[in-house]
């Protein structure tokens, strides 16, 4: 119901910079939170940054002061400015989007709620 493309990743050297973007598309309602999360090989997805539709941030500890995360709300985009790299956020970023899907029915609307997931962008950090 909701697709979600990204786009940005790629082979960065240490202390250089990435934008990633992640637009949704679809029957959107609403979104109420975007996101980007990453997985390293042999680690578990974690939390990068999330915002919600007000525009209020949430950073893991590990990217504070590094990465901002923003959004354009009538685009229904997310996006990651990385600044400082390093090698450990060498990762596949995945982007992720929650909120309330509708049915499109003029005379009856029925709200959904969804969560949906990028196909995932390989950021790499290496010199």
């Known amino acids: 119901q909701v697709q979600l493309v990204e786009s940005g990743g790629g082979l960065v050297q240490p202390g250089g910079s990435l934008r990633l973007s992640c637009a949704a598309s679809?029957?959107?309602?609403?979104?109420?939170?975007m996101g980007w999360y990453r997985q390293a090989p042999g680690k578990q997805r974690e939390l990068v940054a999330d915002i919600t539709s007000g525009g209020s941030t949430n950073y893991a500890d590990s990217v504070k002061g590094r990465f901002t995360i923003s959004r354009d709300n009538a685009k229904n985009t997310v996006y990651l400015q990385m600044n400082s790299l390093k090698p450990e956020d060498t990762a596949v970023y995945y982007c992720n989007a929650e909120g309330l899907v509708t049915n499109s029915d003029p005379v009856l609307v029925t709200l959904t709620d969804f969560s949906s997931w990028g196909q995932g962008t390989q950021v790499t950090v290496s010199s």
């Open positions: 679809g029957s959107i309602y609403r979104i109420r939170t």
